[in-house]
């Protein structure tokens, strides 16, 4: 996946989360509104299906699209791909942000890799887990590591 289409995903994501829309129409608008001009019904489509978003009921009973992270509860069976909605790193640390209140499940699976597969150590709050490798490892290997293991495409 290229960095636009990544930013693009991530966008999509921030704003189905926050807003309320019932149609593409909507959603294209608000992401034009973002900066993204070329932006055609046909991609938002396809970038929804593949987010699993779907038109859900809201408390006024109009539909409304919602992402499937919004209406599951993280329990240890769920896939770290449904949990974890996105990782990077900086010069220190791997950060990896969660759907809510599923960093703590995150993080005990991360805690149990331990440092031979190079985790120094892991704290893990509501949504967020900070990560440090240890001395022998890197930011980075460390970063290829988790998105190695949960499956995140480039």
């Given at each position: 996946m290229r960095v636009?289409?990544?930013e693009?995903?991530?966008?999509?994501?921030?704003?189905?989360?926050?807003?309320?829309?019932?149609?593409?129409?909507?959603?294209?608008?608000?992401?034009?509104?973002?900066?993204?001009?070329?932006?055609?019904?046909?991609?938002?489509?396809?970038?929804?299906?593949?987010?699993?978003?779907?038109?859900?009921?809201?408390?006024?009973?109009?539909?409304?699209?919602?992402l499937p992270?919004?209406?599951?509860?993280?329990s240890i069976d769920s896939s770290l791909a449904t949990l974890i909605t996105e990782v990077d790193y900086n010069d220190c640390l791997v950060i990896i942000k969660t759907t809510p209140a599923a960093a703590q499940i995150v993080a005990r699976l991360m805690d149990s890799l331990g440092r031979s597969s190079g985790i120094l150590g892991c704290?893990?709050?509501?949504?967020?887990i900070?990560?440090?490798?240890?001395?022998?490892?890197?930011?980075?290997?460390?970063?290829?590591?988790?998105t190695d293991l949960i499956h995140i495409q480039e």
């Open positions: 636009l289409d990544k693009l995903v991530h966008v999509l994501k921030m704003l189905i989360t926050e807003h309320q829309f019932s149609s593409q129409g909507e959603i294209i608008e608000a992401l034009k509104e973002k900066g993204y001009s070329d932006i055609n019904q046909s991609k938002v489509s396809r970038i929804l299906h593949n987010l699993g978003a779907v038109r859900t009921r809201n408390a006024r009973k109009e539909l409304k699209y919602a992270q919004e209406f599951q509860t993280p704290v893990g709050g509501d949504d967020t900070f990560l440090t490798p240890t001395r022998e490892s890197s930011v980075e290997k460390l970063y290829e590591l988790i």
